[in-house]
Structures are given as structure tokens and as C-alpha cells.
């Protein structure tokens, strides 16, 4: 018995290797980084300003925005459902921590439970239309619901506690995550994060629930047919996907010193779209990277292209959705083989050992 | 090469999506005949039109139509050079009118007019209906429909495909009545399921099996060919 | 009475919401009145809400393109750019000649389609030489766009950002910029470079296109008149340079037009860049995935967020406003007018009717070009040829294909048109909305819930949807001025801002729950 319990294990590590090595990789970063620079590790962990804690806030976003990607892709990805007002999530998770934190003066898990219940109401309004509406309908539905919100959050009436359309500002972290002082702290809260709803987000997707859920985006009809009721996994779903995002907001809303309206925009929701599509919709792993590559992109375009940087980041995006619709880790897997057939070849081809002169 | 064949189709290829659906299709359309394509559910009759149209282009081989290539152009090119399609299923355009379904198809301002008298002496049934929608129609007048609208145009090749699908006897009747006298001034190229019609219309035949022309030559010799018959035609 | 009960049941949720509707809407109406009953003006509010109504639900409807989420953005390109016709017209006849010389080498594509049919070169190399046809194009283009001289404001120093020019523009101080020439190269090579890089461009995609097709056999293309092309490019040629040499003239006379004549230029020139940028995005994203409409809508979305963030880049993110043509801003004596005839006289801003006033512009001259375009529209798709394959296509556009029709054309033509009409919807609606680069995103809420309510697939049907959204919107706005009596409450309740959209997205939901197809549409 022993012996096999060990085995699962010796394989789970197996199968997993590239998570556990970036796992790895991430944790010793800050320090690799450090190392380069030259800083001294005491002065790292008293988080003295420099390039490592640069970084670190840098990953830190990737990891915000990989958790955002990861909730879109359960709703779009896994089952099917596309929804254009994802960014309402987040937006709702990041401006209620703010307001409870500034104006309230909240502890931050009440906070959460309070985001929690919110993602729960938002889920609930958005299915209001669930069982009637498909498609695209249900796409622009969501999108005017979050629309509703985007305006409501800039409006004059709630500038006392929003900010109107500058922002949310001033807002004071718990002292225990701030994201000034405790930076490296939030990076490994966040690396945690991430790494816990992702592997319950791969337990959901291998779980029967998850594989209805499959089943649903492949063909509803036939879902229906063998008789699930798809309201409720669906529903199942968009909860899911709300609180996750709303939590991404909230750690959003402690790390950003500002909280933008824009995050509540349709712009933001094309950014988990990018992100997922960047990786390969439905491959949640995709998600990961696909939020990586798209902040990594971003961030270098805007140093090199200033304002403009927001048109390439479309233009990549519409060149994505038309040439390369199944991203990068749909594409590897697709062409894996080809792929390594090809780097093979080539070797041979130098080494004079190829493939092609044997056959 | 003889210089009768209206239309030659010379060992096609064609794909759809990642499916080699037609694997060498070759048929040879005299010029004032009928020829019939015959074969089972499947087998790639449908996608041999298609083909020959430009709707599913043709990745090797060649069509030859009034002695130019055509493989490769685009579909309304094809079809601008005088054929006609007559899609399977009735695929006649629901939202117009009857008489706006046989308008879209004139090539030329008054093509219709010219054509008014012949159309419904075939169909007199349309000439009643002509204001009507086309989802108010019943099966076999969209069938009709679908007929009249390839003859619209001055065409010199009709592709028909299966246009007894789903019709009682009697209207049957009509429609091989009708494409007997339409044939008298276009070629026509048939698809078409029900042997017993396809043996009364045409008169040569090409059986296509599994996306290959197997077997050609004229149907009054297939009418005695119990053996041929059994192998690519009966449902087993 | 038999059909009537028939018809009845068949739609009975149809019925059942148009009920509802009517119900809400007379409740709406007898609110307005009761708050208003002092004295003879009992109606006033009820009229002008109306049709304050019918002109938001007029300035929405030119937006209906099913499917284009960057519709709001191209009705905010269409203010922007006619609000830079009238606020700086020496930077439009600047822009003119390069746009012009930049089109001019697409309209060669059919040669180069012939000639290279003729070649017929081997696939490997097909597939190559557009690459480096476009490397070349790029290295071409990217030499000769940034020289040519194109007087314009600079976002970055004050005195001549976009918002000052404006401000001068309604002081009627405007200080007629020195044009700008070119620089460094001489303006004969600068225009001959950027017509080659034009015909390069030409060049590539035709190449690409062709490429594409080369895995077919044959490839054999059409037989056309060739030199119809080469007329056409030579006159839009001539026409760049013509504007090019006489730029100052043209200039100052257009900034010497009274600003109707300006409108109307401005009008013409939204309207055709709308038309051509709508060109563009169906033929190079939306064409090759018509059939997919989830990635159509990503698409369009992607368009949209480029086309805002383009707007921001070049005319920076403060709000403008645009001033209405002197026909309708007549203040003075005799105004507000009593008579048509004093309306023409003194081309006033408002006329009096029972009482109260009516914007001529906002509420009148709008409603009615609403209206036109309606039901031009409506002529368009169901008395013409072209309509007819519209509707043809969009049920099967393969059956059309086989009929011997370009309908890929087609619906080419039809997608520019629709947008050429957002772009009129939006510098006709400049001097209401103003300009800021949020515009495209409110209208495009307005337009999705018209488009869900009346239906996605229903031209009608959109309209109705329209209208609706525009009345409820007036409603909620004169609510919030006047305040609703609730009963055991002793303030009036006051709609704040901020529901106007609510109640829209509020309206759509219900009536989506009712029907999920919405008003008009049909269920596939």
C-alpha cells in the first residue's frame, strides 16, 4: 500500500513538472534578481526600494491579472459562456475593498466575506437572463449590465466614496500585506493565491461538475438531452468565476494605489479575453501564461511606444484572434509532435544523423 | 479530346475542412444531354457539384467548361459563365418573394421577362403564387421554385441535384416532366437518388463511390446490368 | 376575427410585452401631466419629452449594424472628424492628399491580380515574394508618411493643443496656422513616395490574397477590362495633387465659409471616412470569418478598443463641444420663433410651441433626419436589387454565390454604408453629446439594448428598439428634473443620472425574460 501511495505521488510530481518548476522558478526570482543587481539579500527582505522590488511588483500584477484570466477562462474557456462584462467582477472586488478600507475602516476578512457574497449577487444577476438567453445575447446582456455599473461607478453621485472617473485614491492597506512595506510578503501571498485557485480550478474542470461543464460549451443541446439541467451547472460556473475575479479585485484593490474606473470597462474584459486567447482558451494553464506574455507585452510596448502602446496591444490581439485562434498553449498541443519532429530534423541535419537520410 | 463535351471534369480532388471527400471524380457532359450522377448517400455526388462550382474549390484536377478552365475562379465567376444550380434540401431564399427569388437570379435587367412564358408553362403553379413569401410555400412548390430560378438566365448547364427528394409521385411526375422539356434547351447534369427517375431522364451516367467515378457509359446499358446495379447503387 | 385570435396566440408574448409597454408608457404620459396641471400648458412636457425621445431614439438608429461592436466607436470618429473640419480645416485638406494617394494604389489590385496569374510562378514562391513585398512596402511607407507635412496640433505644448484651436474657434479669433511644407526631401519625391509605397501596398495584398488562393488548382481569375483601374487610380492621383497644389487657397477659403456650409463638408467627409474605414474593417477582419459570429464580436471589439485609444492618441482626452450650424443657432431678435416663417428668417435656435420651446436643432432637424435615413434604409433593403441580396445573402450567401453574384462585394458595400451611417450619426449628434472619447461606449449600451429589444435580426425591429430606448431615457431625465410622487413618501423620488442607463439595461432584461428573442426577432 505503501509503496503505491508513494508511486501516485513520485507520478504526480512527474506529470506536473513544469508547474512545480515554475513554482520553483518564482519563489527564487526575487532573489535571482537581487543577485543580478547586485542588492544584498537583508536589504531585499526589508524590502528597500530597487529593481528586485520593481519586479516584484510587476509579478505581482501578472499574478492579479493570471487569477482575473483564470476566472474568465472557467466561464468562457471551460463552458462556453461568453460574458463581455467579466471586468464588473473585478471591478466590484477591487472598489469594495477600497471603499470598506477608506471609508469604513474594515478589517480585511470581513472584506472578503462581504466580496464573497457580492461575487454571489453579481453571478445571480447575470443568470437572471441564463435559462432564456444564449449566445450572443447573453454576451450583450452581460455587457450592458457591467456597462450600467462603469457609469454608475464614475458618476458625481458616488464621487464621495468612488472617486468619479479619476479614480479611487488614498486608500490604506492592512499593514500586515502593504504592498509598500510588505511587498515581498504580497508576492509570495500572491504566488500562493494563484497557485491555490489554480489547482482547485484544475480540480473543478476534472471533476464530473467540470466535465458537464465541457460538455455544455461543446454542444448544450446534447447536454440537455442527456438530462442535466445546464442552468445549473452553468450557474455553478459564473459563481465560481464571479468570486474568483472579485477576489482577484480585492488584491488588486490593496496593490494598486489607485483604483481606476477604467478596470470596470469592457476594455478590461477584452483583456482577459487577450489573455486567454494569448494562451489557448480553455487550457487553463493557457491562462497563466496568457496573462504573463499579455502584461509582459504591455508593459514593454508602453515603454517603448508610450500612448500609443494601447493600439499595438488591439492590433496583436485581432492578429491572435485570426491567426493564431488557439494560442500558445493550444498550438503547442496541437503541434507538439511537428514541432519536435521538426527540431529533430534540424539536429540531425547538423549532426549529420537525420531522419531523413535513413529514410 | 472531343470537342461535344460541355463540361469536363477531369479527376478532382477536393477537401472539406481536413476531409478528402472527392479522391479523382472525372465526368463528361456532352452538350444537349442529360447525364445522371449516381451513387449512394455519401458517396460525394453533391460535393462534385459544389466542386464544380467553386463552392468547395477543387484542390487538384480539372473543370472544363465551354473550353476554359474554371477550376480556381471564383463561384460567381463560374456561375456568371451560364451555369445554373439547383441546390439540394430547396434551398430557395425564404425572406423574398416568389418573385423576388426568380429576380436575384437575372444576370441582366429583363432576363425574367424573357423567360416569364417558359418558366410558367413548366410551373403554372408559381405564376399563382408569385406575391407569396417563400417560407409559405409547400415542399414541392420551393422545389419548383428552386427549378425556376436556374432558369431565370440564359444557362447552358443545369446542375440539379436531387430534385425528386421528399416529393409525393404526383409531383414527381411534374418535375421529371419539366426537366425533360427544359432539357431540350440546356444540358443538364442530374443528381439524383431514385434510380427509376434518373434511368427515365438521362442518358448517360457516371456512379460515383467513396469520392471516385467508378463506372460511366450510357443508362440503357446500366438498365441491364443487375450486377452493377447490386454493387454501387442498392442499399444493402 | 378567426386569424385575428390565431395571430394572437401564436404571439401571445409578443402581444403580451407591446401590452405591458403601452400600459407603462400611458403611465408615464398621465405622471407628466398630472405635474404639470397648472394652467393651459398641460401637455407641454408630455410633447417635448416625446420627441426628445423620438431624436435621442433617431440619433441611436444610425447606429444599427448588427454584430459591429465598434459601431460606437466609429460614431465617435464621425464627430471627431467633422468636429476637425469646422474647428481646423487646414489640417483636413492636409490629411486629403496622402489618404487619397494612399487609396489610390488599392484600386490596382485587379491589374496585379491578371499579371501575376499570367506568371505563374511556383508555389514556394508565391507564398514568398508577399512577405517581401510587404518588408519593402513597410520600410517605403515608414520613410515617406512621417515626412509629409501635415500642419496640426501638438498634444504636447499647450498653445496649440486641440482644446485651444477650439476655444479660438467659438471666440471667432481663429488664427490661421502657417501651413506646413516639406522638409528635407523636396515635395516631388515625398509625393512620388508615398505613391509607390501605395501601389506596393496594392501590390502585397494582392499578392497575399492570390497566395491564399494558390493551393487551389488552377487559380485561373476573372477576364476584366483592364484599363478601367488604371483611370480611376489616375484620377484619384490627380485629385491628391491637385489638392496638394492648391492647399493654402483651398484652406482659407474653407476657413472663410459660414459655418453651415462647413456642417455640411463635415458632414460629407464623416460620413466618407466612416464609409471607408468601414470598408477596411470588413474586408481585412470580418470577411474571413463571417459564418463565426463569436469571433466577429471579439473582433469588433478588439476594433473598437483600437479605435479609441487611437482617437485618444491623436486629439488627447479632453472633452470638446461642437457648435450647431448658423442655421439653427439664431438667438437674437425674434427668437424664439412664433411662425415657420420666422424660423427661416431668423434661423432661431428654438421655436415656441404651446408654450414651451423647442430646440430646432436637437429635437427637430435631427427627428426628421432620423427619420429620412430610416426609412431610406428601409427602401434600401426591401425595393432595391441590392436589398434583395442583402437579405438573400444573409440567409445563404454560398445559394448567392452559386447564382453568379459577388456577394462577398456586397457585403462589403453594405457593412461601409452602415458604418458611413454611425459616422453621420455622430457628427450629426456632435453639437448635443459633445466630444469625448468615452462617446463610443455610451451609445454603444444604447444601441446593444435597442438591438436586443427589437431583436437581433429584425431591421424593424431595431428601430422600435431605438425609439423605445431614446423615450424611456427622456423619461427617466424629465423624472429626475420634476420628481415622481411615490406614495407615503413625502419627498418626490428623483431618478439621478446615473439610472438613465440602468433603466435601459433594466428595460432590456425584462424584456428579454418576457422574450427571449426580443421584440421582433425570430427564433431559429
Known amino acids: 500500500m505503501e509503496n503505491t501511495k508513494e508511486n501516485s505521488f513520485v507520478r504526480a510530481i512527474k506529470s506536473n513538472q513544469g508547474l512545480i518548476i515554475t513554482i520553483l522558478c518564482l519563489i527564487a526570482l526575487p532573489f535571482v534578481i537581487a543577485l543580478i543587481n547586485g542588492q544584498s539579500f537583508s536589504s531585499l527582505l526589508a524590502n528597500e526600494p530597487g529593481q528586485a522590488k520593481f519586479y516584484q511588483g510587476l509579478i505581482i500584477e501578472i499574478f492579479i491579472l493570471a487569477i482575473y484570466a483564470l476566472s474568465y477562462d472557467l466561464l468562457f474557456g471551460i463552458t462556453g459562456l461568453l460574458s463581455f462584462g467579466h471586468a464588473m467582477f473585478f471591478g466590484v472586488g477591487a472598489y469594495l475593498t477600497g471603499i470598506l478600507l477608506k471609508s469604513f475602516g474594515w478589517t480585511l476578512l470581513p472584506i472578503l466575506g462581504v466580496v464573497a457574497v457580492a461575487g454571489v449577487v453579481m453571478a445571480l444577476i447575470f443568470s437572471i437572463v441564463l435559462p432564456r438567453v444564449k449566445g450572443i445575447t447573453f454576451a450583450l446582456v452581460t455587457l450592458g449590465i457591467a456597462q450600467v455599473f462603469h457609469i454608475v461607478i464614475q ?71 442527456l438530462g442535466y439541467n445546464t442552468f445549473y451547472y452553468k450557474l455553478v460556473a459564473l459563481i465560481i468565476s464571479a468570486i474568483t475575479a472579485a477576489l482577484a479585485g480585492v488584491m488588486h484593490g490593496i496593490f494598486s494605489p489607485i483604483i481606476r474606473p477604467g478596470i470596470t470597462g469592457s476594455g478590461f474584459t477584452i483583456a482577459a479575453l487577450l489573455m486567454i486567447l494569448m494562451g489557448g482558451i480553455g487550457t487553463l494553464n493557457g491562462a497563466l501564461i496568457g496573462a504573463a506574455t499579455f502584461k509582459l507585452l504591455s508593459f514593454l510596448l508602453e515603454k517603448w511606444f508610450g500612448g500609443a502602446s494601447q493600439v499595438i496591444v488591439g492590433l496583436v490581439y485581432i492578429l491572435l484572434v485570426l491567426f493564431l485562434p488557439y494560442g500558445i498553449v493550444g498550438t503547442w498541443r496541437l503541434r507538439r509532435l511537428q514541432i519536435k519532429q521538426g527540431w529533430t530534423d534540424l539536429i540531425g541535419r547538423f549532426t549529420g544523423k537525420g531522419r531523413a537520410e535513413s529514410s | ?83 445554373g444550380f439547383v441546390p439540394e434540401h430547396r434551398a430557395i431564399f ?47 412548390q420551393q422545389q419548383m421554385l428552386a427549378v425556376a430560378r436556374a432558369l431565370v438566365p440564359d444557362n447552358k448547364l443545369l446542375l440539379i441535384d436531387e430534385p425528386s427528394e421528399g416529393l409525393a409521385p404526383v409531383l414527381i411526375e411534374q418535375m421529371m416532366e419539366a426537366i425533360r422539356q427544359l432539357s431540350a434547351e440546356t444540358t443538364v447534369l442530374l443528381v439524383e437518388q431514385n434510380f427509376i427517375v434518373a434511368s427515365q431522364l438521362a442518358k448517360d451516367y457516371v456512379i460515383i463511390e467513396e469520392g471516385q467515378s467508378v463506372k460511366s457509359g450510357q443508362l440503357a446499358d446500366l438498365v441491364n446490368d443487375p450486377e452493377t446495379i447490386h454493387r454501387y447503387l442498392e442499399v444493402a | 376575427m378567426n386569424t385575428l385570435l390565431q395571430s394572437f396566440r401564436k404571439n401571445r408574448s409578443l402581444w403580451t410585452t407591446l401590452v405591458a409597454l403601452l400600459f407603462l408608457f400611458v403611465l408615464a404620459v398621465l405622471g407628466l401631466i398630472d405635474q404639470d396641471a397648472e394652467g393651459g400648458a398641460r401637455y407641454k412636457n408630455v410633447v417635448f419629452t416625446i420627441l426628445r425621445g423620438f431624436s435621442t431614439g433617431s440619433i441611436i438608429f444610425g447606429l444599427m449594424n448588427v454584430l459591429n461592436m465598434a459601431h460606437g466607436a466609429i460614431f465617435m470618429i464621425g464627430a471627431y472628424v467633422g468636429w476637425t473640419v469646422i474647428v481646423r480645416p487646414d489640417t483636413a485638406v492636409d490629411t486629403f492628399t496622402p489618404i487619397v494617394l494612399l487609396a489610390s494604389g488599392f484600386l490596382l489590385a485587379p491589374i496585379w491580380h491578371k499579371s501575376i496569374n499570367k506568371l505563374k510562378l511556383s508555389s514556394r514562391v508565391s507564398r514568398l515574394w508577399p512577405w517581401l513585398s510587404l518588408a519593402f512596402t513597410l520600410v517605403v511607407l515608414g520613410f515617406f508618411v512621417p515626412q509629409y507635412p501635415i500642419t496640426s496640433w501638438n498634444l504636447g505644448s499647450y498653445e496649440t493643443t486641440p482644446v485651444n484651436y477650439a476655444f479660438a474657434a467659438s471666440q471667432g479669433q481663429v488664427v490661421v496656422p502657417e501651413p506646413k511644407l516639406f522638409q528635407g526631401i523636396s515635395p516631388l519625391l515625398g509625393l512620388a513616395g508615398i505613391i509607390l509605397g501605395s501601389i506596393l501596398a496594392g501590390l502585397t495584398v494582392t499578392g497575399f490574397a492570390t497566395s491564399r488562393r494558390a493551393n487551389l488548382a488552377g487559380a485561373a481569375m476573372q477576364t476584366e477590362s483592364s484599363w478601367k483601374p488604371l483611370i480611376y487610380f489616375g484620377l484619384l492621383v490627380f485629385l491628391g495633387l491637385l489638392v496638394f497644389s492648391f492647399n493654402t487657397p483651398i484652406s482659407e477659403f474653407l476657413y472663410s465659409l459660414d459655418s453651415t456650409w462647413l456642417f455640411i463638408i463635415a458632414i460629407l467627409a464623416a460620413v466618407i471616412t466612416g464609409a471607408g474605414l468601414g470598408a477596411l474593417i470588413e474586408s481585412s477582419v470580418i470577411r474571413p470569418i463571417y459564418e463565426w459570429h463569436m469571433y466577429v464580436l471579439m473582433l469588433t471589439m478588439g476594433v473598437n478598443v483600437i479605435i479609441v485609444e487611437g482617437v485618444r492618441s491623436i486629439w488627447g482626452a479632453p472633452e470638446f463641444t461642437m457648435h450647431r450650424p448658423s442655421v439653427f443657432a439664431g438667438t437674437g431678435e425674434g427668437c424664439p420663433a412664433e411662425s415657420l416663417s420666422a424660423l427661416i428668417e431668423f434661423k432661431c435656435s428654438t421655436i415656441s410651441v404651446l408654450g414651451g420651446r423647442i430646440r430646432t436643432y436637437n429635437e427637430i432637424f435631427i427627428t426628421i433626419l432620423g427619420f429620412i435615413v430610416l426609412v431610406a434604409v428601409w427602401m434600401l433593403l426591401q425595393r432595391t436589387r441590392l436589398g434583395m441580396i442583402v437579405r438573400a445573402g444573409v440567409q445563404d450567401s454560398e445559394m448567392v454565390k452559386a447564382l453568379g453574384i459577388n456577394v462577398q462585394k456586397i457585403f462589403t458595400i453594405v457593412f461601409a454604408l452602415g458604418v458611413g451611417l454611425a459616422a453621420l450619426g455622430g457628427v450629426i449628434g456632435a453639437p448635443s453629446t459633445g466630444l469625448t472619447t468615452a462617446l463610443g461606449e455610451s451609445l454603444l449600451i444604447n444601441m446593444l439594448v435597442a438591438l436586443a429589444i427589437g431583436g437581433l435580426t429584425s431591421y424593424p425591429g431595431s428601430a422600435v428598439g431605438a425609439l423605445m430606448v431614446g423615450l424611456l431615457q427622456q423619461f427617466v431625465i424629465k423624472y429626475g428634473q420634476i420628481g415622481i410622487n411615490i406614495p407615503f413618501m413625502e419627498e418626490p423620488f428623483k431618478p439621478s443620472p446615473p439610472l438613465v442607463p440602468a433603466m435601459t439595461v433594466l428595460l432590456m432584461v425584462v424584456v428579454l425574460l418576457i422574450m427571449p428573442n426580443g421584440l421582433f426577432g425570430r427564433s431559429k
Open chain 2, 1 to 83: 479530346m472531343d470537342n461535344n463535351n460541355l463540361l469536363k471534369v477531369d479527376q478532382i480532388h477536393t477537401f472539406i475542412g481536413q476531409f478528402h471527400i472527392l479522391q479523382g471524380v472525372s465526368v463528361n457532359v456532352p452538350k444537349g444531354t442529360i447525364v445522371a450522377l449516381l451513387g449512394r448517400n455519401g458517396a460525394g455526388k453533391s460535393t462534385t457539384l459544389k466542386s464544380i462550382l467553386g463552392l468547395t474549390p477543387p484542390s487538384q484536377g480539372a473543370v472544363i467548361f465551354d473550353g476554359e478552365e474554371i477550376q480556381g475562379r471564383h463561384s460567381f465567376d463560374i456561375a456568371g459563365m451560364g451555369i
Open chain 2, 94 to 140: 425564404r425572406d423574398l418573394s416568389v418573385l423576388e427569388n426568380l429576380r436575384i437570379a437575372e444576370r441582366q435587367k429583363g432576363d425574367l421577362e424573357k423567360k416569364e412564358d417558359f418558366i410558367f408553362s413548366l410551373f403554372p403553379d408559381l405564376k399563382r403564387l408569385i406575391k407569396l413569401p417563400g417560407t409559405n410555400l409547400s415542399g414541392g
Open chain 1, 155 to 225: 458618476s458625481r453621485e458616488m464621487a464621495k466614496f468612488a472617486g468619479a472617473e479619476i479614480g479611487l485614491q488614498g486608500v490604506t492597506p492592512p499593514d500586515f500585506l502593504n504592498p509598500i512595506s510588505q511587498r515581498l510578503r504580497f508576492y509570495y501571498f500572491g504566488l500562493v493565491a494563484v497557485f491555490v485557485v489554480y489547482l482547485f480550478y484544475k480540480r473543478f474542470v476534472d471533476s464530473p461538475t467540470g466535465h458537464v461543464c465541457i460538455a455544455i460549451r461543446e454542444n448544450e443541446d446534447r447536454a440537455t438531452m
